[in-house]
Antibody
């Protein structure tokens, strides 16, 4: 079974740090690009970070750039999100998600998030 | 960034009803549109990818259509387990962006 399991969520004070982990199983982890997506309480889904299969290409949403660091350890089949200078507005459930890609006739290609982990809650509050 | 606008933001329907949710992109995204279902306290689940392809294991009452800027998710006969929030997401350009969701509630 293809599965992603996040951990590391906690209550932290503003300005604090936290490291999230995402353990993958059931698929060849080092073949896939991975992402982090978050969801503030009662709100919608926001993409926050991406890492290529090798770890050589990384991208961030403007809202977390300079504060969050994505990484992966393919030997451990794990994805990480190091979060520093946390703000109240970073309070959310954080999901890791695998990207599945498919080539198309027009050359654009398509891709989608599947599966998602169950999520881990990060609460930033004093 | 590409903005995704879903409508309606919520709807109330009965079991057996046909339900249609629309998603509009702020620029053409070809067929790079995915639909997810999310139930309270759970992770999103992929329903439709590439605008109209049904994910394996998803009931055939779900269907997707559209290309360019306008897309539709249709549930042909609403079942009790379909009451949830539905999100569209574009995968044409980074950053990947989501619609704000459509909550389907029981009438």
């Amino acid at each position: 079974e293809v599965q992603l399991v996040e951990s590391g969520g906690d209550l932290v004070q503003p300005g604090g740090s936290l490291r999230l982990s995402c353990a993958a199983s059931g698929f060849t982890f080092n073949h896939y690009k991975m992402h982090w997506v978050r969801q503030a309480p009662g709100k919608g889904l926001d993409w926050i970070s991406y890492i290529s299969s090798s770890g050589g290409t990384i991208d961030y949403a403007d809202s977390v750039k300079g504060r969050f660091t994505i990484s992966r350890d393919n030997t451990k089949k794990s994805l990480y999100l190091e979060m520093n200078s946390l703000r109240v507005e970073d309070t959310a459930v954080y999901y890791c998600a695998r990207i599945v890609e498919m080539a198309t006739n027009n050359g654009d290609g398509v891709n989608w998030f599947d599966p998602w982990g169950q999520g881990t809650l990060v609460t930033v509050s004093s | 960034d590409i903005q995704m606008t879903q409508s309606p933001s919520s709807l109330a329907a009965s079991v057996g009803d046909r339900v249609t949710i629309t998603c509009r992109a702020s620029q053409s995204i070809s067929s790079s549109l995915n639909w997810y279902q999310q139930k309270p306290g759970k992770a999103p689940k992929l329903l439709i990818y590439a605008a109209s392809s049904l994910q394996s294991g998803v009931p055939s009452r779900f269907s997707g259509s559209g290309s360019g800027t306008d897309f539709t998710l249709t549930i042909s006969s609403l079942q009790p387990e379909d009451f949830a929030t539905y999100y569209c997401q574009q995968s044409y350009r980074t950053p990947r962006t989501f619609g704000h969701g459509t909550k389907v509630e029981i009438k």
